[in-house]
């Protein structure tokens, strides 16, 4: 790559007490390839000065707004290349479609946006301008799951018949909104996140599913809840899904299963053999066959695909785990990026992650299943972002 400079990135979002903003900013920096040099931290300018000040930023690239960090950046000549996007949801769209209108390239935390209008229009705006648009669906940085998806396509469990998928977690198990927990907050509050245990880690498990068996959603059907009382937004969610072609799946999304802390994993069963992944356990990766011994593929060795050891940093043996995985979006997505500045094309391998595409679809997933919890009914689940 042409580039001989580090990647400039701006942040919108990730203020003080914000969970997700510090895990981007680690995450973009474990390779060296790109530095935080600007940010909008908070809608209070306040905070976002104060935040800008403890990441070490000059001072006059904190900002008050969003708006006046898209206007200013684009009139420098150090501007950044890319903005981070770690807002609650609501504001996703927004933030992107600014910086997008401005010149820059997008990494937008999931899921989309709220709407299925407003993710169209960001698959519009992104092929209009030619620009590079990552969604950080994180776990599919992971290297087993990269090798997952690489047994699935090379046919060694033949034909994919069935997909289940679960993501529970136990932290919203009690009212914890009402203690003034930041994060539970916004995150139970339908104007803002959209969906709930849905929208958070539904829209993960489902994503996660189509990245290993490439399956296209045909239909759903839902059976969403709100199990606390007085909560508006669905923390549990059942479904039953049927893939174009003739398999068929189970997805499980829960923020109320008590003792289940981020309990992500996937079964792929196909004609000649199975493969099981564990996020909490993720360097491992289970293969089973129709008349052989179970087999454990392990991270970091030779024997694994091509995308599965490009995607460690470390020999076998030594774990990696949630940051790596991210990380590993955010390199991709940045080499894709350097290779757009310096008028180069792309390594095919730096293509792997997730995008605004993506994104389209993962929104029409969570609205199909929440219409169909509504109708309680199988309901069509076919989409095609436009271009």
């Not at 849905?198 to 059976?223: K, Q, W």
Request: hydrophobic share 35%; charged share 25%; glycine share 10%.
């Amino acid at each position: 790559m042409s580039l001989d400079r580090k990647l400039r990135y701006g942040m919108v979002g990730g203020g003080p007490d914000a969970f997700i903003g510090n895990v981007h900013r680690m995450a973009a920096s474990i390779d060296g390839t790109m530095e935080l040099v600007a940010g909008a931290f908070s809608s209070d300018p306040a905070k976002s000065k104060i935040q800008g000040s403890q990441l070490g930023l000059s001072p006059d690239r904190s900002y008050a707004s969003f708006l006046e960090m898209a206007q200013a950046e684009a009139a420098r000549d150090d501007g950044i290349d890319f903005v981070s996007i770690v807002t609650p949801n609501h504001m996703h769209f927004p933030v992107a479609k600014t910086f997008l209108d401005a010149g820059f390239h997008i990494v937008c935390d999931k899921p989309m946006t709220n709407t299925l209008e407003d993710a169209e229009e960001l698959c519009r705006l992104v092929h209009r301008h030619n620009r590079v648009f990552a969604l950080t669906h994180n776990y599919t940085g992971y290297p087993m799951v990269k090798q997952a998806r690489a047994m699935v396509m090379d046919g060694t469990i033949g034909a994919v018949r069935k997909v289940v998928v679960e993501y529970p977690q136990g932290w919203l198990a009690t009212p914890l909104e009402k203690t003034g927990h930041k994060q539970a907050d916004w995150r139970t509050d339908p104007k803002r996140a959209g969906a709930g245990a849905l929208g958070d880690i539904g829209s993960h498990a489902e994503n996660l599913a189509r990245y290993v068996t490439g399956l296209v959603l045909e239909e759903l059907c839902a059976d969403v809840s709100s199990f606390v009382d007085g909560r508006i937004i669905d923390d549990d969610v059942n479904m039953l899904v049927r893939y174009q072609g003739g398999a068929k799946g189970v997805l499980h999304a829960s923020q109320i299963s008590v003792g289940e802390e981020n309990n992500l994993n996937i079964r792929v069963h196909g004609e000649t053999g199975s493969l099981q992944w564990f996020q909490e356990h993720p360097n491992w990766l289970y293969y089973r066959s129709l008349d052989g011994p179970e087999q454990v593929f392990k991270r970091g060795n030779d024997y694994l695909s091509e995308t599965a050891k490009r995607s460690s940093r470390l020999p076998s043996g030594h774990p990696e785990a949630f940051l790596e995985a991210f990380a590993n979006i955010y390199v991709n997505a940045g080499r894709v990026i350097s290779a757009h500045i310096a008028g180069e094309e792309p390594h095919p391998d730096d293509l792997d992650f997730p995008t605004v595409d993506d994104g389209a679809r993962g929104v029409h997933f969570i609205l199909t299943a929440l219409k169909s919890g509504q109708r309680q009914q199988w309901e069509d689940a076919k989409y095609t972002p436009p271009h």
